[in-house]
């Protein structure tokens, strides 16, 4: 399925946190990824614009000049070194899945990454987010057997980095 072209992708923008925050709530809840060792209790999650305009981050929303559908952005690994970032808090609303608009976002993402002179990139999610793990795979993240870094997220399954 192609893309809606009313659809687009953008830096994030203060006014976007209410609903940044409101679809990551929502997309982790349908996944069952509540509770303590998620990043649906991350602080940032109420304040992304404030997060992701920080040195050596960025935070891209997907939508339309009225409603906001999704998103995800790079952020320095906690814990972590230097060179290696993290692709974080990359959810969608559902009627934007399976549109091609995930690979898009992960691009845009790791272009960021290498302009912000990062060598990897790396992320956590869960195995039950089917979809997204695939798509990790297609672009060329390699699982790994253990967490990097500190992120907190002690509940997460599935780890994955990708050299840049």
Known sequence: MTPDPTLHLRPIEARDNAAMAAIIREVMTEYGAVGAGYSINDPEVDQMYEAY?????????????????????ISPLAGGEAQVCELKKMYFLPEARGRGWGKRLVHQCLVAARELDYTQCYLETVERMQRANALYHQLGFRPLDQALGCTGHGSCNAWYLLDL
Request: charged content about 30%; glycine content about 24%.
């Open 53 to 73: 305009t920080q040195e050596r981050s960025r935070f891209f929303i997907l939508g339309s000049d009225e409603r906001v559908l999704g998103g995800g952005g």
